[in-house]
């Protein structure tokens, strides 16, 4: 069983930056690929970003590579999101999630989820 914690959300104006950070309990969390999905209202629920469970393989949706970038400590069981040259179009509930495989990140349901950070980007 894996329990995931989404924190650093916020409002923040066009071209800002934040850092949303998800820790994860359970003894076993390291041996997750962990990951964040966004839901903008009246919109489906899109995968964003992705690593591997050692933190050696990213994956990104076209929408964010270059502005985007995850990363993990396995020492304190937290995978972070850094988010800059933010776009009112990037507004949402991110959502943290954690799956046996990278590969599978976008093709197959997580296995487990976090609540929620909300993100508003004004313009």
């Known amino acids: 069983q894996v329990q995931l914690v989404e924190s650093g959300g916020g409002l923040v104006q066009a071209g800002g930056s934040l850092r949303l950070s998800c820790a994860a309990s359970?003894?076993?969390?390291?041996?997750?690929?962990l990951g964040w999905f966004r839901q903008a209202p009246g919109k489906e629920r899109e995968f964003v970003t992705a690593?591997?469970?050692?933190?050696?393989?990213?994956l990104y949706a076209d929408s964010v590579k270059g502005r985007f970038t995850i990363s993990r400590d396995n020492a304190k069981n937290t995978v972070y999101l850094q988010m800059n040259s933010l776009k009112p179009e990037d507004t949402a509930v991110y959502y943290c999630?954690?799956?046996?495989?990278?590969?599978?990140?976008?093709?197959?349901?997580?296995?487990?989820w976090g609540q929620g950070t909300q993100v508003t980007v004004s313009s």
């Open positions: 999630a954690a799956s046996r495989l990278l590969a599978i990140f976008t093709t197959t349901p997580s296995d487990y």
């Open positions: 359970g003894r076993t969390s390291s041996n997750y690929a």
């Open positions: 690593i591997s469970r050692k933190g050696g393989s990213t």
